[in-house]
T-cell receptor, first 112, second 111 residues
């Protein structure tokens, strides 16, 4: 079954902790993305990657980091520098940057 | 600044009561208009892509249309299972050609 798998579904972070959200796809897509979704706001782009070993900052990259060592995987680390990390995080992928994006089921991160 | 605005914010329909959702965009050099459906606590599910004014696409009870300034998602004879948030996104023609998302329309269809 082809798709995008995000884990965990729920994640709790203590103040000052770094946490990593996993995103894996088996669609053989080149492009991958991380978005953040907050109530009353549209999805906002955190980071994107067009090919392996290359990634670029999106609109709200501060306090986040990513890596793209394998085509299938694009993990997102939420660092302690992100002051308001509580949100719903969505990973997506597309064949290329011009095509429609397909989303994973999301990870809800809560600061405790 | 590129912007996508969806209206209404929320819409309540009776089963079988047809209606339309609006997505207006101000994106320079549109490179595609995308519709997604999102259920609570889930990721968005891709529905349609439209590329040029006058284009239409259909899927079951949904039909998406595009003009030079806006897109409509028409829902014909909706059923309760059509209840969801519908998101619209426009792909801009600058730099990375990122998607600019609207805030969505929450649709509730009552039996």
């Amino acid at each position: 079954d082809g798709g995008i798998t995000q884990s965990p579904k729920y994640l709790f972070r203590k103040e000052g902790q770094n946490v990593t959200l996993s995103c894996e796809q088996n669609l053989n897509h080149d492009a991958m993305y991380w978005y953040r979704q907050d109530p009353g706001q549209g999805l906002r782009l955190i980071y994107y990657s067009q090919i392996v070993n290359d990634f670029q900052k999106g609109d709200i990259a501060e306090g986040y980091s990513v890596s793209r060592e394998k085509k299938e995987s694009f993990p997102l680390t939420v660092t302690s520098a992100q002051k308001n990390p509580t949100a719903f995080y969505l990973c997506a992928s597309s064949i290329d940057r011009a095509s429609e994006a397909f989303f994973g089921q999301g990870t809800r991160l809560t600061v405790v | 600044e590129d912007q996508v605005t969806q209206s209404p914010e929320a819409l309540r329909l009776q089963e079988g009561e047809s209606s339309s959702l609006n997505c207006s965009y101000t994106v320079s050099g549109l490179r595609g208009l995308f519709w997604y459906r999102q259920d609570p606590g889930k990721g968005p599910e891709f529905l349609f892509t439209l590329y040029s004014a006058g284009e239409e696409k259909e899927k079951e009870r949904l039909k998406a249309t595009l003009t030079k300034k806006e897109s409509f998602l028409h829902i014909t004879a909706p059923k309760p299972e059509d209840s969801a948030t519908y998101l619209c996104a426009a792909r801009e023609n600058t730099g990375f050609q990122k998607l600019v998302f609207g805030t969505g329309t929450r649709l509730l269809v009552s039996p």
